[in-house]
Structure formats: C-alpha cells, structure tokens
C-alpha cells in the first residue's frame, strides 16, 4: 500500500439541482476526492481554508484516517465558495459564482512524508498550483491530473506544462476535445497523449468513462441509478476510487488501471445519490463490494 | 439456425453531413437490417418498393443471401425517400423531407415460408403495418420492434398495442423518455417493460448500448472510432448484427442476448464509416471477426 496525496480545493458549496438544495454545503475538489480515495488506502490532502471553515468538516475528513496536516487554515481568509445549478440534463453545471478566498493566496509547502508519496493527484485547480506541488514530489509512482474548461481556455501554457510531467489525465469529454482542440473524441485522446500523459482516462458522466493507454482501449459503463440527485463532485469522487485503488495495490499495469476505472465509477455512482457528501458518509463497505460485483456483471461476456 | 424475417423500409436516401453527401443512395431500415443480419442468418425482406428502384440494389441484397421475394414492386408507385442532414453533432439526424410513396399503400401479405419464421424484426415504420406483419405469423421465439418518436407521437395507441405482443423493444435513448414519459433511462427501461417487452435495448449512439432484461443490465460500449461519416442506419445495422446472431444460435437466453448486441455494436460500428451501406459492402468476415475481439477485450477486466 503506498501513500497518496492530493492537492486541490476544499470548499463550501451552494449548489440547486431540480430534486433540491444545499447552502454552504461541505464540497471541493479535494474533499470528495480524499473521502473517496480513504475507502483504499493512506490519503494526505494539501491545500487552504479560511478560519471561517466548520471544524466538524475537518474532523470528518481525519474520521476517515485522511491526513490534514497540510491542509493550512489562513487566518483573516474565508474559504473557496462555489455556487452553481443543474436543470434535468444533469451532465452540465451552470456557475453562478466562484469565490476563491483562500486559494488566491495559498503557497503549498509540502512536508518531507508528503514529498515521499507513491502517488500524485492534482486535482482541478490553477495549473500553477499544480506545478509547484508536483516539483517538490521526490519521485511519485504515478502522477494524475484534472482540470477543466477555465483552465484550458485561461492558462493553456502552464497547463500544458504540468500536462508534459503526468502520467494520467481525468477530464471529462467536452474539455478533451476543447484540450485537444479536436471533435472526434479518439482522435482528442490521441493528441492529449502526445502533450504527455500516456494514458487518458474520459469522463462521460451518466455515459461512464473510457481509459485509453497505449492505444488500448477500456470501457468502464456508469451504475444505472434510478435517481440522481446532485452529480457534484463525481468526477472527483471517481478520480478518488480510481488513484486510491492504484495507490493501494501500488500498482500501475493495465490490468490494475482497468480495475481502479471500474473503482472510481462504483464510488462516483453513490456520491451522486444525494448532495454534498451525504452518500458517501453513509456508505458501507458491503455495499461498496456489492456494486463491485454488479459493474463486473454488466460487462461480463461469458457464462 | 433459424430463419429471420424483417418488415421495414427499402429507401431512397439523400444524406449530408459534416463529411459530404450522398443523393438518393440505397437505404431503409430493412435494408440496413438485413444486410447486417446476412452476415449471420437466413434473412427474408418484407415490404415494397416502387418501379423506380434500381435493380442493382435488389441484386446487391440477393448476392448476400437475402430472401427478397416478399419485397413487393408496385407498379405506377415510387420508393420510399428520406432526406436528412446532420451537424457536427453526429447524434441526431435533421429530416428535411419524407416520402411514404410505395409504403403509403403497402399491404404485407407473408408466404407460408416466411410465417414459419422463427425469429421476426418489426424495423421502424408505421406500427399499423408492424401489427399486420406480426399477426400473420406462425410462432416465432422470439420478436423485437423498432420505432421512433414519429410513431410514438402519431400513433401511440397502435404502438402500444403491438408493443404489447414484443419481446425485445429496440430504441434511442431520447425516445425511449418519450415512450416512457419518464426522464431517467432506467426507470424509463422498467416502465416500457410493463408494455410488453421484457427486453428493452436501449441505443445511445457513440456512447454504446445497454441492455435491460429481466432486472439485468448489460452494457455494450460503441467501438471507439476515429472517423465518423454517417450514422444512417447505425441503429438498423445493430439490430440486424444483435437479430441475425440471436436466429444462428437459434437462441433467446440471457447469455446469447449479450452477445448479441455485441455482435449488434460490431456492425454497426462499420456502417457508420462511410455512407450508405458502402462499408458493409467492403465488410469481410476477418475483419468482424477482428472487432469483435477488440470488444470483448474493451471490457476485459482480469488477465
């Protein structure tokens, strides 16, 4: 089992949905990412909050055996707001307001236990906090990267610089396109693998996610849920499953990377069953295992 | 090996897209179908044409094997013709004009071969002429239906009622909301259930296929391709790959049916390479046989 750490936002989100509501909800990119990642194995985030952060959200985080200690609380900062909105085509957010307080302001400095970390993810956030993250790693097994539109349209050369030293990139279909500035979506991963990463993992939301490495191709399907609530943070979440699993077997072999992709769909498919991370906070390992074995069966060829 | 018999359009299409065009190029529902399905079975047409039909077409499907003595020329009719264009969203077709022409008049009278039919496809078109077809036959083990929201809006009631009397329902997955008039897919699927069908086939384009059947789900992804030129009868293709296996094997167990729509993804996946059916034209056995590992190896997860 090998160490994981993850820099990216914690937040505090306001998002509507049509089945409902949340205010100032515990969310973030890093939140649902470490909470996720916590079902497989040692996770350490990095990043900021203000002094206006809820204890019993950090509290919850090391309830889970997730390593705060490099998550700074700024004194005088309010922390990272996000508000958005979802109609009934549940794959789009609208932004309402970004709010990036504390985020602004932070330098991450990373401790020697987390320098030594076998595996990387830089969750979505400035590209250039990204960069400087992933230079003071000693030499991670595996590094991981997400981002998104803002980030491509807005910082495209410091993007592409991280893009060059990651071994795998998460995004979702409409950003690799964009990224690759291509329609056809095999062609797009195609050209991202020439910016550097050798292996593109697209995220499809209700459609599930492709991992495409080495000219391979697997198709991990999404859980058919019957209701969605909120699908904030499943990106995350899967990119959560998908490292914590690899960083558990610390592994990086195809077989492994197909096994992690069917990981992050599992645990996707719960956080999206109801707001911030409710879902998750209820779920139990059993039922982890459970839709494990349904995921395995809906592909299943033979017998 | 059972016999396949298929009641659908044998047209005339003028097609644009993003990619060039076509003027009135051979196509239709059973056209697509049963050339997909020649690769696997005995297949027999059902339907008409006008005098204006080019020979060459009805000797291009003979050289396949397929049975066309049940595809009536009517005289003083013309062909079906359908005009269509898509964007660079190759998901959704524009159709820019219909005409019924020789099916306006079309009255489907089966011979005793083609009622002893063991397997029966009901390709999209009015579900008063699907009715017709269905009830001349002798005991088929297995039927499945296509339609589209044409039909749904028009003529929901006739729908519902052969629908009623089908194993297998066909559909997109825009459709199969309307159908259903439920917004999430697998409450959708469960709904449509209750009409007939214990099977549903739910087609989603370039995101694959997904099957529900009895509380099961299982899902097919597309193949991933580079270039798309046109999706016209990419879904009549999957049917006649999924049908046309289903009747080799002589089979309707749930092990089949999965690889059946394999098979149904395989086909499909060439039509949309070129237009018309120029690429199944091309299609040889190797290269089915080469795609359909590549599938089975899109999904692997152990080895």
């Known amino acids: 089992m090998a160490d994981l750490v ?30 996720a990642a916590s079902f497989f194995t040692q996770v350490r985030v990095v990043g900021a909050v203000g002094n206006d952060f809820p204890r019993e959200h950090l509290e919850l985080l090391s309830s889970r055996g ?69 230079e003071q790693m000693e030499r991670p097994a595996l590094i991981a990267l997400d981002t998104m539109n803002f980030w491509i349209e807005g910082k495209r050369a410091d993007l592409l610089r991280v893009l060059a030293r990651v071994d795998v990139l998460l995004i979702n279909d409409a950003e690799a396109r964009m990224l690759a500035r291509e329609p056809n979506l095999i062609k797009a991963a195609r050209t991202i693998g020439e910016m550097g990463p050798r292996t593109v993992v697209i995220k499809r939301g209700e459609y599930g996610a492709l991992l495409v490495s080495s000219g391979q191709f ?24 998908f490292m914590g699993y690899l960083a558990q077997q610390d592994a990086t072999d195809p077989a492994s990377l197909r096994r992690a992709m069917v990981r992050g769909a599992a645990m996707a498919s719960f956080t999206v069953e109801d707001f911030s991370l409710e879902r998750l906070k209820r779920l139990e390992r059993r039922e982890l295992e459970e839709r494990l074995l349904t995921f395995a069966d809906m592909v299943r060829l033979e017998g």
């Open 6 to 35: 993850v820099v990216g936002s914690v937040a505090l989100d306001s998002v509507k949905t049509p089945f409902g509501k949340v205010t100032e909800a515990l969310g973030g990119s890093a939140t649902y990412f470490s909470y």
């Open 66 to 134: 997730v390593d705060v200690t490099a998550l700074e609380v700024l004194p005088g900062q309010k922390t990272f707001r996000w508000t958005g909105e979802y109609g009934f085509d549940l794959n789009e957010a609208r932004t309402l307001d970004v709010q990036l307080n504390a985020f602004a302001a932070f330098k991450p400095k990373l401790g020697p236990v987390h320098r030594k970390a076998g595996f990387l993810f830089l969750a979505n956030i400035d590209p250039v906090l990204q960069l400087e993250v992933l």
């Open 218 to 241: 697997f198709f991990a399907p999404a859980y058919p849920l019957e209701a969605v609530f909120d699908p904030t943070g499943a990106g995350d979440t899967f990119a959560g499953g």
